[in-house]
């Protein structure tokens, strides 16, 4: 037999996001060729921006409790030493001590601080507003999927060592750019210059690391450091700290027709998933998504992703494959896997028990019902078509609910 995947995997994503609108278009602006995961700490906002050149999405940072922030997704998330992230006058650092106060927007040379992406493709490149406090000497760790893929330091004042590293530009703004082959940046043209100088005690580090990346670890070795997002730069977005992506979401889908479906056609394998309304009538918020087509492993993936809470979302869809080898080109069944468990978890996706579009959960969208107890997708209908003497093309119209996985 023949066995012919469709899996859809999903991003999951769990905070509050708002499709950006005012000043988020104009955070989005700067660098708009660029796919870019931006964070701005500025008088005028405190979030997170991803933007593919279409509409920017949002990811807030509330306000702080004691000095102390949780961001946790869906765009990215904070982690640190000690209680973790602090947030005081537009720079996160580490909270290790009172309510108030200095201790929550620096690092110190026994602490760290870690930003990981979440909903977002992963990273090439990062430039990143720092204040460096004191003879600083800081090392940055880049990391895919737990495994460190690269290691560099920005040094200042008296961290910088002669004779060690790329020098950066010698007045302010200052700026310096470490590579995979040049690993060590001296910045501020070798000033110990306190805080709050303004732009005076920044330096704006990109770091090259020439592989993608989805995690940065930043690690004081001597004197201290804030990560910031443009406050001292009068909030000019040229200084956010910015993470550039590789390829990112295809697009976004909505509850109506002029956004509701994404298709795919690559050689024999199609795919097509509409979006209907949730099942529980609730708003319909738009949703990134990732979809691709293997001709060669004659798959289709569908990778959508919620913004803001989890919605119970439905969706029809229409898969079509034509395999090139089959030992019985008239046998074949659809596969999925529900949880994303990987190849162990694939079965065969059951069929409808019932007519899905009688008697909906809610006006425009589907008869959950009739999906078999235990599943989340099933087949209403498969049809075949000759392709050729050898081969066929079987396309099966299916239903599922949530967020859809298959292959």
């Given at each position: 037999m023949n066995t012919v995947r469709s899996i859809t995997t999903l991003a999951a994503v769990s905070a509050a996001l708002v499709v950006g609108l005012g000043t988020t278009a104009a955070l989005s602006a700067a660098g708009a060729d660029d796919e870019t995961l931006r964070l701005h700490l500025g008088t005028n906002g405190t979030q997170f921006v991803y933007s593919n050149n279409g509409d920017p999405i949002t990811q807030p940072i509330g306000t702080p409790k004691n000095c102390l922030i949780n961001v946790d997704g869906p765009l990215a998330a904070l982690d640190g030493s000690d209680q973790g992230p602090g947030l005081k006058d537009g720079s996160i650092g580490i909270k290790s001590g009172g309510s108030k106060g200095v201790p929550c927007s620096r690092v110190d040379a026994s602490e760290d601080l870690s930003i990981r992406l979440v909903g977002v493709p992963d990273a090439v490149k990062v430039s990143l507003d720092l204040e460096l406090k004191g003879g600083a000497r800081v090392e940055f760790v880049v990391s895919r999927g737990g495994t460190e893929v690269g290691s560099f330091q920005a040094r200042a004042g008296s961290g910088i060592v002669p004779g060690q590293g790329v020098d950066g530009s010698t007045s302010a703004p200052f700026i310096a750019t470490a590579t995979a082959a040049d690993p060590i940046v001296n910045c501020r043209n070798a000033s110990d210059s306190g805080p709050d100088s303004g732009p005076n005690d920044n330096c704006y580090v990109t770091l090259e690391p020439g592989t993608a990346f989805d995690e940065l670890a930043i690690r004081p070795m001597a004197g201290e450091v804030s990560l910031e997002g443009s406050g001292d730069y009068g909030n000019d977005p040229a200084f956010d700290t910015v993470f550039t992506l590789g390829a990112g979401f295809d697009g976004q889908l909505g509850?109506?027709?002029?956004?509701?479906?994404?298709?795919?056609?690559?050689?024999?394998?199609?795919?097509?998933?509409?979006?209907?309304?949730?099942?529980?009538?609730?708003?319909?918020?738009?949703?990134?998504?990732?979809?691709?087509?293997?001709?060669?492993?004659?798959?289709?993936?569908?990778?959508?992703?919620?913004?803001?809470?989890?919605?119970?979302?439905?969706?029809?869809?229409?898969?079509?494959?034509?395999?090139?080898?089959?030992?019985?080109?008239?046998?074949?069944?659809?596969?999925?896997?529900?949880?994303?468990?990987?190849?162990?978890?694939?079965?065969?996706?059951?069929?409808?028990?019932?007519?899905?579009?009688?008697?909906?959960?809610?006006?425009?969208?589907?008869?959950?019902?009739?999906?078999?107890?235990?599943?989340?997708?099933?087949?209403?209908?498969?049809?075949?078509?000759?392709?050729?003497?050898?081969?066929?093309?079987?396309?099966?119209?299916?239903?599922?609910?949530?967020?859809?996985?298959?292959?």
């Open positions: 509850c109506t027709a002029e956004n509701d479906t994404a298709t795919i056609e690559e050689g024999t394998v199609y795919g097509s998933f509409t979006r209907l309304q949730n099942t529980d009538g609730s708003e319909c918020v738009l949703k990134p998504y990732f979809l691709s087509a293997d001709t060669e492993a004659e798959t289709v993936s569908f990778v959508p992703v919620d913004v803001g809470a989890p919605q119970p979302a439905a969706y029809t869809g229409t898969v079509a494959f034509a395999p090139k080898n089959s030992s019985n080109p008239f046998q074949s069944q659809l596969e999925y896997d529900q949880d994303d468990d990987g190849p162990l978890g694939f079965e065969f996706m059951p069929w409808c028990a019932g007519n899905p579009f009688t008697d909906p959960d809610a006006p425009g969208s589907i008869n959950t019902s009739v999906i078999p107890a235990g599943d989340t997708w099933c087949i209403v209908s498969e049809s075949t078509a000759i392709v050729s003497a050898t081969q066929i093309r079987t396309t099966w119209n299916v239903v599922g609910i949530g967020d859809p996985k298959m292959r």
